[in-house]
T-cell receptor, first 115, second 114 residues
Framework: AQSVTQLDSHVSVSEGTPVLLRCNYS??????LFWYVQHPNKGLQLLLK??????LVKGINGFEAEFKKSETSFHLTKPSAHMSDAAEYFC?????????????FGGGTRVLVKP | DGGITQSPKYLFRKEGQNVTLSCEQN?????MYWYRQDPGQGLRLIYY???????QKGDIAEGYSVSREKKESFPLTVTSAQKNPTAFYLC?????????????FGPGTRLTVL
């Protein structure tokens, strides 16, 4: 079985300051991990993915995440928040052996960016 | 443009009615998925299909039905048996080849039961 826990349901940052979204996972097998972003009433867009290559993954819009197996974490960071980063973010785990390549979603972190 | 389209964007249903949500993709992806999203929660898998004419139940299939007669289409019917159907519904697809391909999502349909 696999599961994902996003440690903060809401994060508030000021524009230009760093963003940190925390994610812990559990998996019986080597996982793939993803971060998706969702703007209001929109579908999900992939920010980045980890698939057992480099542990530091760079994504779109200046985001990056580091896979730490010893801590079972995959935290998402951005050095400087922009107003357009206000959205909901989902940490997602997938295991190859899961039938249908099913994804397991965290509960989401809603990011508020203050001017 | 390649992508996933869902229609309608907003849908209103009276209690006791069945409704069908459309999902079409022109990405030539083999696998397609339906998710339900409720406020403050992550996505939950309703049904998925890995090939034409075949589909499997996800975690919350009760009260829903699907068909996969064409590779590009995966419609979802919300039946009157679904007790709390008001939610945001998202369709996704991915190529079958490879182990860890991400899923690509459509823009969603918001269903409200009146």
């Amino acid at each position: 079985a696999q599961s994902v826990t996003q440690l903060d349901s809401h994060v508030s940052v000021s524009e230009g300051t760093p963003v940190l979204l925390r994610c812990n996972y559990s998996s019986s097998y080597s996982p793939s991990l993803f971060w998706y972003v969702q703007h209001p009433n929109k579908g999900l867009q992939l920010l980045l993915k980890y698939t057992s290559a480099a542990t530091l993954v760079k994504g779109i819009n200046g985001f990056e995440a580091e896979f730490k197996k010893s801590e079972t974490s995959f935290h998402l960071t951005k050095p400087s928040a922009h107003m357009s980063d206000a959205a909901e973010y989902f940490c997602v785990v997938s295991v190859e052996r899961a039938a249908g390549n099913k994804l397991t979603f965290g509960g989401g972190t809603r990011v508020l960016v203050k001017p | 443009d390649g992508g996933i389209t869902q229609s309608p964007k907003y849908l209103f249903r009276k209690e006791g009615q069945n409704v069908t949500l459309s999902c079409e993709q022109n990405l030539n992806h083999d696998a397609m998925y339906w998710y339900r999203q409720d406020p403050g929660q992550g996505l939950r898998l309703i049904y998925y299909s890995q090939i034409v004419n075949d589909f499997q139940k996800g975690d919350i299939a009760e009260g829903y039905s699907v068909s996969r007669e064409k590779k590009e289409s995966f419609p979802l019917t919300v039946t009157s048996a679904q007790k709390n159907p008001t939610a945001f519904y998202l369709c996704a697809s991915r190529p079958a080849s490879g182990g860890f391909n991400e899923q690509f999502f459509g823009p969603g349909t918001r269903l409200t039961v009146l």
